[in-house]
């Protein structure tokens, strides 16, 4: 018996976060609840090659300076939506014997939080992020999960990478590359940055992307496209999701 079971094969679940498993964007969405009055003014802080962990640390300064508690973006958090379908999807992966990943440009105090308060925290084997600590004075910073300014060639940890398609503070082809031995992958997004992910699916594998969602219409490009070589299949609510997993593993 056991080794049967050491000969199956074992399949690799890898999660987005924002949009993908999150039915919101958990950056935007916790400025919007906690500080309304200063959504635009932070939206429009950010600069065109910034990187968004450094654009979120500044974020959270500002939020810091204007008053708002550790306790509050925790609260709010509570409401922030993900589906029930989503969380049948996670469980018929878990059931099927699947590894669950999240790889997300999020960060962990934001992502440990929503999943904690959902009840879902130990579906997740590794969770891939941006790093978000409380400091003493009760301010959240984020840095950069790749490539940490304060250490070129590599942040605290020793991650790097030097793709020349991905923001310098995160490449997710790069950490996805690090599972290539399971014997088969699904990879679940909708952005831009999940586009390097997908280019190191191999035939067998699937990527579930986000229909009209930016990943989708980059796939519209033949040269995009023919990047991928795993099965593409799109995907409207977290209904499908769960439908998708059910008929594919």
Known sequence: MEAQASARPKTLVAFDFDWSL????????IVQKVAPSLYAQIRNAYTRGQSW??????????????????????????????????????????????????ISAANSHFIETILKHYGIREHFQTIHTHVADWDAQGRLRVSSYHNHPAQPEADACGRKHTCPDCPSDMCKGTILAEYMMYDRIFYIGDSTNDF????????????????DYVLHEMLSDPKNAERVRGQVDLWLDAEKVRDLFATHL
């Open 53 to 102: 962990a450094s654009f979120m640390d500044g974020a959270m300064g500002q939020l810091f300076e204007s008053g708002v508690k550790r306790s509050e973006v925790d609260e709010a958090f509570k409401a922030i939506p993900l589906r029930k379908e989503m969380i049948q999807a996670l469980e018929l992966c878990k059931a099927k014997d699947c590894d669950i990943v999240i």
């Open 196 to 211: 390097c992910a997908l280019t190191r699916l191999r035939p067998g594998d699937h990527a579930f992307v986000r229909q």
């Open 22 to 29: 999150l039915e919101a964007n958990s950056d935007t969405w």
